[in-house]
């Protein structure tokens, strides 16, 4: 076996990557061998040990960075998007710590403490499937270097030993395949005068090297005007600003002001909110957007597939580019091929769900319940869900192995191959009357139970937290197979079974669309609820839909209706703006039973008394501020001490905590909100509620 020296030695020649798995150290053997690592290749700043669940603003500030050694505390829990994130900016001869258990085999407790496990109290008897999956990967790795407490001190050792490794490359220069494609970008940006381009690799292929020389040549012609744009201004310092000598926008000045261009290029676009990038791409005649497909983004393909809905829609065909070759180390470097394994990640790999054709007949079988693992299965229904429309992160591919209640229904061709499947959650809670009310009231936001918190906070259905409900997390069919009623068969499937099984209330969460709007309700579910502002990340206005399968169920939806009645007929119209024209005259048409009724309710007056608290929003409490409105409107002798224009702005027109705070010469959107609550509570007070 090589020495330490001589591994190093190896690495550096052959361009790979060391993976050093130290298993069940102490606190100061760890201190000691971190220590020694740093000077080996004398870095000056302490090297920091990055722990599961960071800060997501400080693990994507390593992006685009080249770095000599990383290193991950796994001891208690892993973190797939922080090895996904971390391990691609280690560089040809680095070296990615893992600090791993005894034997590298976790406790239970990795898994009750998984972020999508919220407060659930589950008994887990094991650390999981997929946590599993990572062990047997990492003990079966040959490349690796195990260190533990009986070798630790040797391998300390050796590092002092070593010469440092030489990583530096002679000259510079690109490679053939990022030649090629600054020929095409070139070729795109001179032949065309609107244009939508997506440039994406893995990790590590030297694409933001690639379009920046494509900035400096194309400025250099002194034909092109070019902005930069990206999240943040590390993200493009290196590669842009101290190369090419190019000014760094924020997406949002952008949008805001006035920035002559007839190039935009977008740096890391996937961590862009999507409702941005629409923005920019209306904005700018040709448009490059630049994303990595793994670590931060998540391993599905979400943004090429929401762009290429959004280019048919500005009738702009989609250019695609994608780099191949690694830049940051070998083509033959195992350590990539480890971290793609660990993380499910189907690169250029090909796609099972291909064979199956067109053929129509298909059979329904549940791949994952508690007493049914068909992992063969569960492998197709994942890779389908991954290419997809979702954003997928590696965390959701965690919890479709291993979240107890979590089900996945998939429809199977006569080939075996998956063609469609379904995901979803059970919720079934067993809350006491103190935690209920302090939910309604908004102080205790107990993760994991969306549909249960949706109904209890958000429309106040008490009796909502006494039902067993199922939400349809995900549905997917494959491209070549849909329109063919293999999703509607999927639904019916999974109606029956929660039916015999006890389940009062099925739900569904989606992004609304006219389209995905027509599928629920031809499929019997009625809105409960709508935002009146856009994800994010997504772009889309987010809905959550619900049908009753139990009498139980049945009586509750009744209630959830009339909510959702009166909440639209509320909202200002400015706020349904968001929403597409079909589908707003298809709520316009919706009566509330009791909008705007003579007195406040009790339900009514502890939605107010949490809108004074400052646990809920306006508009979680539309309905019940314009209630308490037109009381004020109608009796002149309750008075606020002030005139009505604030709940005017708020209520009537609709307008923004900042639109108000501009009109009314505010300080800041904090103190129009305030002040609000403030008057809203003097009221109460004067009717004595």
């Not at 009986?150 to 070593?162: L, R, T």
């Not at 998939?410 to 935690?435: K, M, P, T």
């Amino acid at each position: 076996m090589l020495t330490v020296c001589e591994t190093l030695t190896d690495l550096t020649r052959q361009r790979h990557r060391l993976l050093l798995l130290a298993q069940g150290l102490s606190e100061r053997e760890i201190q000691q061998l971190v220590s020694s690592i740093q000077t080996l290749y004398n870095i000056r700043k302490t090297i920091p040990i990055h722990q599961p669940f960071e800060s997501k603003n400080r693990s994507q500030h390593a992006l685009g960075s080249d770095e000599h050694v990383q290193v991950l505390d796994f001891r208690s829990s892993i973190d797939p998007g922080l090895l996904g994130t971390m391990a691609g900016t280690v560089e040809a001869g680095g070296m990615l710590l893992l600090l791993v258990p005894v034997d590298t085999v976790w406790e239970s407790s990795a898994l009750a403490v998984a972020p999508w496990m919220g407060s659930r109290e589950v008994v887990c008897q094991d650390a999981g499937r997929y946590i599993k999956k990572w062990s047997d990967s990492l003990i079966a790795y040959e490349q690796k270097r195990a260190i533990n407490s009986e070798n630790v001190a040797e391998y300390i050792s050796g590092f002092d030993e070593c010469d440092r490794p030489d990583l530096a490359v002679d000259g510079w220069s690109l490679n053939s395949d990022q030649e090629s494609l600054i020929e095409s970008v070139m070729t795109l940006v001179n032949k065309q005068d609107k244009a939508l381009l997506l440039i994406t690799s893995r990790r590590g292929r030297g694409k933001s090297t690639a379009v920046s020389e494509f900035v400096s040549r194309i400025n250099s012609t002194g034909k092109k005007t070019i902005a930069i744009c990206a999240r943040s201004k590390a993200t493009v310092a290196k590669y842009y600003l101290y190369k090419s000598g190019e000014k760094f926008y924020p997406p949002d000045y952008l949008l805001e002001n006035q920035v002559i261009a007839d190039v935009l290029v977008i740096e890391e676009a996937a961590t862009i909110p999507f409702y941005m990038l629409i923005g920019l791409i209306k904005k700018y005649s040709i448009t490059i957007l630049v994303t990595t497909l793994d670590g931060y983004e998540g391993t599905g393909q979400a943004i090429s597939t929401r762009l290429s809905g959004l280019a048919d829609q500005l009738g702009l065909a989609l250019n695609t580019l994608e780099l191949e070759k690694p830049v940051r180390w070998a083509a033959t470097d195992p350590l990539e091929g480890l971290v793609c394994n660990l993380l499910h990640q189907h690169f250029g790999s090909h796609n099972p769900l291909e064979e199956q054709g067109r053929d129509l007949n298909f059979t329904l079988t549940w791949c994952r319940k508690p007493d049914v693992l068909n992992e063969a299965m569960l492998e197709q229904a994942i890779y389908l869900l991954e290419a997809a429309h979702y954003r997928t992160r590696p965390e959701d591919i965690w919890q479709w192995y291993d979240d107890p209640d979590i089900r996945i229904l998939v429809a199977v061709g006569l080939h075996g191959s998956v063609i469609g499947v379904c995901c979803l959650q059970l919720e079934e809670v067993d809350w006491s009357e103190s935690l209920k009310d302090e939910i309604f009231a908004g102080n205790r936001r107990p993760g994991g139970y969306l549909a249960h918190q949706t109904l209890l906070f958000q429309l106040g259905i008490k009796e909502a937290a006494d039902l067993k409900l199922a939400r349809i997390v995900r549905i997917a069919v494959q491209p070549g197979m849909r329109r063919k009623s293999i999703a509607s068969a999927l639904v019916e499937e999974v109606r029956q079974t929660l039916s015999s099984e006890g389940v009062d209330l099925l739900t569904a969460s989606f992004g609304i669309t006219g389209q995905t709007l027509d599928f629920w309700e031809a499929m019997g579910l009625k809105m409960t609820r709508i935002g009146f502002r856009s994800n994010p990340m997504s772009g889309e206005v987010s809905a959550f839909m619900h049908q009753g399968l139990s009498k139980a169920g049945k009586s509750v939806a009744g209630q959830i209706e009339n909510s959702f009645a009166c909440a639209w007929n509320a909202a200002p119209q400015s706020w349904k703006n968001v929403i597409s024209e079909d589908i707003k005259k298809r709520f316009d048409a919706t009566r509330c039973t009791n909008n705007y009724a003579d007195s406040l309710s009790e339900t009514d007056r502890k939605f107010l008394r949490g809108f004074c608290d400052g646990n809920r929003s306006v508009e979680n409490t539309i309905v019940q501020l314009k209630t308490l409105y037109r009381f004020i409107q109608s009796d002149k002798a309750i008075s606020i001490g002030s005139d009505l224009m604030l709940w005017e702005m708020l209520l009537e027109n609709g307008f923004s905590s900042v639109e108000v705070s501009e009109r009314l010469s505010m300080h800041s959107k904090k103190m129009v909100v305030s002040q609000f609550r403030r008057e809203v509570k003097h009221a109460l007070e004067r009717l004595q509620y």
